[in-house]
C-alpha cells in the first residue's frame, strides 16, 4: 500500500520516494532537527523513513512527503505515526525552515488530520511536541488541538495535544 496523494491549493502530499532521502538528510543532520532528536545521523534517517514508508503498509497509513505543488520542491513531510515507543497514534509535521512561516505545515497537517478522519475512521489522533517547541505548539492550538495533561506520552517532557474528530475546532467534550 502507498499513501494516497492529498492535494490542497499549494501542495502535493505524496509517498516517499528514494529521490527524497538527499534532501532530507541535510535537514535532519542540522540544529534544525533538535525537536525529534536530532541531530539525526544519515543511517537513523534512512531507518526512520523507512519505517514510516512500511507502515502503510503494515498499519494503513504513514507519513507523506510535501511538495510545493507549483515547483514539485520537497519541503517536509507530514504524517501520521505509531512506532512501538508511542502510546497513540500521531499527527505529526516538519516543515524545512526555508519553507516556515508561509501556512504550508498548517495546510498539510490539516489535509492529514482531515485524511484521518474522514477517510481512515480515526476518531483521535495526538501530536506528541517538545515543551520548548513554540511554533508547534501553536500549530496545534491553530489546528484546534487542545492539550491532554493526562495522556501517556512517549517521552516525560512532551506535551500532548489532543485532535478529536467531531470537534476539529477545540474542546475536549467529545473526548470525556
Request: with cysteine; charged share 25%; proline share 5%.
Amino acid at each position: 500500500m502507498t499513501a494516497p496523494t492529498l492535494t490542497t491549493s499549494r501542495l502535493t502530499l505524496r509517498h516517499h520516494r528514494l529521490e527524497d532521502f538527499e534532501p532530507m538528510t541535510k535537514h535532519f543532520a542540522s540544529d534544525w532537527a533538535k525537536y525529534m532528536g536530532g541531530p539525526i545521523s544519515d543511517d537513523e534517517l534512512w531507518r526512520w523513513l523507512g519505517a514510516e514508508v512500511v507502515s502503510w503498509d503494515w498499519l494503513g497509513f504513514g507519513s507523506w512527503a510535501v511538495d510545493l505543488t507549483a515547483t514539485g520542491a520537497l519541503i517536509g513531510q507530514v504524517g501520521i505515526n505509531k512506532p512501538p515507543r508511542f502510546p497513540e497514534i500521531e499527527l505529526g509535521w516538519c516543515v524545512f525552515p526555508e519553507a516556515q512561516q508561509k501556512g504550508y505545515a498548517f495546510e498539510a497537517a490539516t489535509a492529514v488530520r482531515d485524511w484521518a478522519f474522514d477517510v481512515a475512521g480515526h476518531s483521535t489522533l495526538v501530536s506528541y511536541i517538545d515543551a520548548d517547541n513554540a511554533a508547534s505548539i501553536a500549530l496545534a492550538e491553530r489546528l484546534g488541538a487542545l492539550r491532554d495533561d493526562i495522556a501517556e506520552r512517549p517521552e516525560p517532557d512532551d506535551l500532548v495535544y489532543r485532535h478529536i474528530a467531531g470537534d476539529r475546532d477545540g474542546g475536549m467534550e467529545a473526548y470525556a
